[in-house]
């Protein structure tokens, strides 16, 4: 069992950066593949970004060269860098941690970026 807790969501200009964390307390957490995932309003949920448990990351498309995934195993938590912020990565950010047939989910933290 994991439990996951995000933070780091609030309002930012256009342009800005954010850095969301994901806390896990519970099982092995070095053992999980972590990702990060968003959902708008209306929109179904998406995968963001994803790094497995030996750290090789990937990202949806939207995102690249402006998100960075990382992972601190020592510190039980996922991150989520997030630069050049555009209006449309306003949504709710959840962070999944998955291992074997097992997915674990937080409750999310929401990124308003507007002027």
């Known amino acids: 069992q994991v439990q996951l807790v995000e933070s780091g969501g609030g309002l930012v200009q256009p342009g800005g950066s954010l850095r969301l964390s994901c806390a896990a307390s519970g099982d092995i957490f070095s053992l999980y593949d972590m990702a990060w995932f968003r959902q708008a309003p209306g929109n179904q949920r998406e995968l963001v970004a994803f790094i497995t448990s030996g750290g090789s990351t990937n990202y949806a498309d939207s995102v690249k060269g402006r998100f960075t995934i990382s992972r601190d195993n020592a510190q039980k938590t996922a991150y989520l860098q997030m630069n050049g912020l555009k209006p449309e990565d306003t949504a709710a950010y959840y962070c999944?941690?998955?291992?074997?047939?097992?997915?674990?989910w937080g409750k999310g933290t929401l990124v308003t970026v507007s002027s």
């Open positions: 999944r941690a998955s291992r074997l047939v097992l997915n674990y």
